[in-house]
């Protein structure tokens, strides 16, 4: 089982919709949670990260951990078509390491 | 842009030979790492860096090696490329920054290596 399982997608939602990401991890020990966005072609870039359970929001973005059920997502309201590209969970294995989920991509239709 | 640049951007190479990738980061973090990113994959560590001279292995670091004689280099060496190795490599550096959580990494534009 890989320490992390992400769905590739690809998911497509028109513009305006909300957008729920998912990650699974498999090790209860992890605390520090991550999401990144990648358009095609660039580096990922931090989207944003959260501690421990619980809810952050970022503008449009919301991240929420629930670590009874190992299951992180982040939620995208309004979408747009900018928001479009792979989005990767990112979890912290210890040792300043994080391990990756296999990332999800994302399109918005106008 | 986290102040990290890598070279060469793409590069061709033949199978057999050596190829040197460069990681280069203005911003004096410690802690320095080089990942591959191929389909059905996402990305996977090779190797990573918490010093001048330290460094150790990740997930995927059978053909690889790494040097840091500074605080801003780190280079990934094939030592003798294999079609297997095609993929994109990125470097990443985290460290102590203000407000944000240690364990943030921030990534370089990423390098299209195509073994032939």
């Known amino acids: 089982q890989k320490e992390v399982e992400q769905d590739p997608g690809p998911l497509s939602v028109p513009e305006g919709a909300i957008v729920s990401l998912n990650c699974t991890y498999s090790n209860s020990a992890f605390q520090y949670f991550m999401w990144y966005r990648q358009y095609s072609r660039k580096g990922p870039e931090l989207l944003m990260y959260?501690?421990?359970?619980g809810n952050k929001e970022d503008g449009r973005f919301t991240a929420q951990v629930d670590k009874s059920s190992k299951y992180i997502s982040l939620f995208i309201r309004d979408s747009q078509p900018s928001d479009s590209a792979t989005y990767l969970c990112?979890?912290?294995?210890?040792?300043?390491?994080?391990?990756f989920g296999q990332g999800t991509r994302l399109t918005i239709n106008p | 842009d986290a102040g990290i640049t890598q070279s060469p951007r793409h590069k061709v190479t033949e199978t057999g030979t050596p190829v040197t990738l460069r990681c280069h980061q203005t911003?004096?973090?410690?802690?320095m790492y080089w990942y591959r990113q191929d389909p059905g994959h996402g990305l996977r560590l090779i190797h990573y860096?918490?010093?001048?001279?330290?460094?150790d292995k990740g997930e995927v670091s059978d053909g690889y090696s790494v040097s840091r004689s500074k605080t801003e280099d780190f280079l990934l060496t094939l030592e003798s490329a294999t079609s297997s190795q095609t993929s994109v490599y990125f470097c990443a550096i985290s460290g102590i920054i203000v407000g944000a959580s240690p364990y943030e990494q921030y990534f370089g534009p990423g390098t299209r290596l195509t073994v032939t």
């Open positions: 959260t501690y421990s359970s």
């Open positions: 990112a979890i912290h294995q210890g040792a300043q390491k994080l391990v």
């Open positions: 911003e004096n973090h410690r802690y």
């Open positions: 860096s918490y010093g001048v001279k330290d460094t």
